[in-house]
C-alpha cells in the first residue's frame, strides 16, 4: 500500500512559475513508476509527465514539453513537477500516481495503482 499526498499548489500568474511536490509513504517507492496527471473543470483528466522508477527515464505529453519537468528523490521518497512558462490552460486539479507495473510510468490511467488526492494549480491571465 502506498499513500500520496501532493502540496505546492496555488494561484500563479500567466507566464509564472510553480513547484508541485509528492510525498509517498512506504519504503518501496523506489519499485514504483510515478506519473503527473491533471484534470480541468468539465474535462476528463489528463496524462502530463511521468518517470521511470530509477529516475532516467522521463515522459511529457505535447503541450508542456519544454515547460515542465518532472523529477524524483528516491531518498525522500517524493516526487516533483516543476512548472514554468504557465498558460492559463494549465488551471487544474493536478494528480500524482504510482505504477508498479511498467517500471517507465505509463500514460494511461488504469496502469497507476495508487493516486494522491490533488492540488489545485490556478493560472490567471
Known amino acids: 500500500q502506498v499513500q500520496l499526498v501532493e502540496s505546492g499548489g496555488g494561484l500563479v500568474q500567466a507566464g509564472g512559475s510553480l513547484n508541485v511536490s509528492c510525498a509517498a509513504s512506504?519504503?518501496?517507492?523506489?519499485?514504483?513508476?510515478m506519473g503527473w496527471f491533471r484534470q480541468a473543470p468539465g474535462k476528463e483528466r489528463e496524462f502530463v509527465a511521468a518517470?521511470?522508477?530509477?529516475?532516467?527515464?522521463?515522459d511529457y505529453v505535447d503541450s508542456v514539453k519544454g515547460r515542465f519537468t518532472i523529477s524524483r528523490d528516491n531518498a525522500k521518497n517524493t516526487v516533483y513537477l516543476q512548472m514554468v512558462s504557465l498558460k492559463p490552460e494549465d488551471t487544474a486539479v493536478y494528480y500524482c500516481?504510482?505504477?508498479?507495473?511498467?517500471?517507465?510510468?505509463?500514460?494511461?490511467?488504469?496502469?497507476?495503482?495508487?493516486w494522491g488526492q490533488g492540488t489545485q494549480v490556478t493560472v490567471s491571465s
Open positions: 512506504g519504503r518501496t517507492f523506489y519499485s514504483y513508476a
Open positions: 518517470i521511470s522508477r530509477g529516475g532516467a527515464g522521463t
Open positions: 500516481a504510482a505504477d508498479r507495473d511498467t517500471g517507465w510510468g505509463s500514460r494511461t490511467e488504469h496502469e497507476y495503482d495508487y
